[in-house]
């Protein structure tokens, strides 16, 4: 390993980290990069940037803190292996600083003790591991909620971190109810229009072509109601007041039970 390379890694500083690959991060992504918050949320534009500062977050944990295991999660194995490439080519940008001796699919494994491993979004394939130091959940609006219960208990002993990111995907689900009620999370909302590479023309262009209902989910963030439900959760609250006292039931009277000789 470089003696460079090692004085950025000593620093801890992910901005700088992030730069040496010719990564140069959006004031969202810098206060990211530098937050040490254990739970985050991210509420995302597509093409805003999300997967590739989650792929560097991966990677710095792993070459900073030996003995790291960095699990990436995404609800389909295509979505894993997208997450993967990007963790990849940043690795490749370094010069592979630190000797690995075991690449797969979706694994990188270092010789320092750390792994970093993406998966496909399934409760069954998460059971097997403990100990994360970093959990990331990409595309989190689509996951199963039975994965998200049962990753939580591989933070209880080692005080890892968990990255939740996603567009969002209708008002339902374990990312929609954290970002609505959920405590001790650090949100960040990042609109299409913070976003320096995406240009007003082609928002518009794409406002035309998806529809207002797409366009806001997409690209404003905005957690729009499934189209097919009966009734808008709006509607629902609108139906709920405390003009009127809730019916009171006289108690039932139930003949007394019947001796059995």
Same mark, same amino acid.
């Given at each position: 390993?470089?003696?460079?390379?090692?004085?950025?890694?000593?620093?801890?500083? =992910?901005?700088?980290?992030?730069?040496?690959?010719?990564?140069?991060?959006?004031?969202?992504?810098?206060?990211?990069?530098?937050?040490?918050?254990?739970?985050?949320?991210?509420?995302? @534009?597509?093409?805003?940037?999300?997967?590739?500062?989650?792929?560097?977050?991966?990677?710095?944990?792993?070459?900073?803190?030996?003995?790291? %295991? *960095?699990?990436?999660?995404?609800?389909?194995? =295509?979505?894993?292996?997208? #997450?993967?490439?990007?963790?990849?080519?940043?690795?490749?940008?370094? $010069?592979?600083?630190?000797?690995?001796?075991?690449?797969?699919?979706?694994? #990188?494994? %270092?010789?320092? $003790?750390?792994?970093?491993?993406?998966?496909?979004? @399934?409760?069954?394939?998460? =059971?097997?591991?403990?100990?994360? @130091?970093?959990?990331?959940?990409?595309?989190?609006?689509?996951?199963?909620?039975? #994965?998200?219960?049962?990753?939580?208990?591989? %933070?209880?002993? @080692?005080?890892?971190?968990?990255?939740?990111?996603?567009? /969002?995907?209708?008002?339902?689900? *374990?990312?929609?109810?954290?970002?609505?009620?959920?405590?001790?999370?650090?949100?960040?909302?990042? /609109?299409?229009?913070?976003?320096?590479?995406?240009?007003?023309?082609?928002?518009?262009?794409?406002?035309?072509?998806? $529809?207002?209902?797409?366009?806001?989910?997409?690209?404003?963030?905005?957690?729009?109601?499934?189209?097919?439900?009966?009734?808008?959760?709006?509607?629902?609250?609108?139906?709920?007041?405390?003009?009127?006292? /809730?019916?009171?039931?006289?108690?039932?009277?139930?003949?007394? /039970?019947?001796? *059995?000789?």
């Amino acid at each position: 390993m470089s003696t460079a390379f090692s004085s950025m890694l000593s620093a801890l500083d =992910r901005v700088e980290f992030a730069r040496s690959i010719d990564f140069e991060p959006d004031p969202w992504q810098r206060d990211l990069l530098q937050s040490e918050h254990p739970r985050v949320l991210l509420n995302c @534009s597509r093409q805003s940037g999300k997967s590739s500062t989650a792929a560097i977050l991966a990677l710095h944990q792993a070459l900073t803190y030996p003995e790291s %295991l *960095v699990l990436a999660l995404a609800p389909a194995l =295509r979505q894993s292996q997208e #997450l993967f490439q990007k963790i990849g080519d940043y690795y490749s940008d370094l $010069g592979m600083p630190m000797r690995h001796y075991g690449e797969r699919r979706l694994s #990188l494994e %270092l010789t320092n $003790g750390s792994r970093i491993i993406t998966l496909p979004g @399934s409760e069954k394939t998460v =059971r097997g591991f403990s100990g994360a @130091s970093l959990l990331i959940l990409d595309e989190a609006s689509r996951i199963e909620d039975e #994965l998200y219960f049962a990753i939580r208990p591989m %933070l209880a002993v @080692s005080g890892g971190r968990l990255m939740m990111l996603s567009t /969002p995907f209708g008002k339902r689900g *374990v990312f929609y109810e954290a970002w609505m009620s959920g405590r001790d999370w650090e949100r960040y909302k990042v /609109p299409a229009s913070m976003c320096p590479r995406i240009t007003e023309e082609f928002l518009e262009e794409e406002r035309i072509a998806l $529809g207002d209902y797409f366009y806001r989910q997409e690209y404003q963030c905005s957690f729009e109601d499934l189209p097919d439900v009966f009734m808008t959760e709006e509607e629902v609250e609108n139906m709920i007041t405390d003009k009127y006292k /809730p019916l009171q039931m006289p108690p039932m009277k139930l003949p007394p /039970p019947r001796e *059995v000789a």
